[in-house]
């Protein structure tokens, strides 16, 4: 059993909510990080409900010192307020994304936009990046049909894995669920085995901040 009071952030971008290969198996993984367990808050974030796009208005309220800002402009970052606030709360973050067109689907991409804000999730200092989210976990579930992970033309791994480093989430695993049209059980076997590896080490990591504290 995995510590309490912990907050799993769960993400869904599959726009399949019947039949989704990355919806069940991030079904399993917060399972395993003990989502029904006592003490364990699980947030559920799922992209196919919709998310807003980043406009120029959106722009102009975030680039707007918070003290100057109008209702209106306060009003337009409340989604991405909300959503930096639920990466905020997290210990562990699940995405659970398949590959749309060799890249991420455009909810997730939109996602990326509201919760990627200057001074509150990451800043730049001497021209370098420095992310401000500390102590907090990723694992990254992506499927595709054909597109294979970590090959020059899969443009989503990578990046999902550059974002959460941008933004200071440096412990992240990916879940290789890639190639589901060639070798659909093998693929989805050994998901499974890397998703009961990687939440026994986040349980023993979460054992050893308990013992620690
Ligand atoms: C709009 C769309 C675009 C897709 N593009 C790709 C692609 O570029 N490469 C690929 O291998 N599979 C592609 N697929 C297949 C999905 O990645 C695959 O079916 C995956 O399992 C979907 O995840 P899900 O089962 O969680 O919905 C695409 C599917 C859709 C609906």
Not at 34 to 49: S, T, V
Not at 128 to 142: C, E, F, Q, S
Not at 177 to 204: F, H, M, P, Y
Request: proline share 2%; glycine share 4%.
């Amino acid at each position: 059993m995995i510590g309490t009071n912990r907050t799993i952030l769960r993400v869904d971008a599959s726009m399949r909510r019947q039949k989704s290969v990355s919806r069940m198996l991030a079904d399993e993984m917060v399972s395993l990080l003990g989502a029904r367990q006592p003490g364990i808050h699980l947030i559920n974030r799922d992209l196919a409900a919709g998310v807003g796009i980043v406009n120029a208005a959106w722009i102009e309220a975030e680039r707007t010192f918070e003290e100057n800002r109008t209702p209106d402009q306060r009003a337009l970052l409340t989604q991405s307020d909300a959503l930096v606030s639920e990466l905020q709360a997290a210990d562990d973050v699940v995405i659970a994304t398949p590959i749309y067109n060799f890249s991420v689907p455009a909810a997730l991409k939109a996602w990326i936009d509201l919760i990627c804000r200057d001074n509150i999730t990451f800043v730049y200092e001497n021209d370098r990046p420095r992310g401000l989210l500390a102590n907090k976990r990723a694992t990254v579930i992506i499927t595709s049909g054909g597109t294979m992970a970590d090959t020059d033309v899969d443009y989503a791994s990578n990046y999902i894995r550059h974002i959460m480093e941008f933004i200071g989430i440096m412990d992240v695993s990916v879940i290789d669920v890639t190639g589901l049209a060639k070798n659909r059980r093998k693929v989805i076997a050994d998901a499974r085995q890397e998703i009961a590896i990687v939440s026994e080490r986040s349980a023993n990591s979460q054992r050893n901040l308990s013992v620690a504290e």
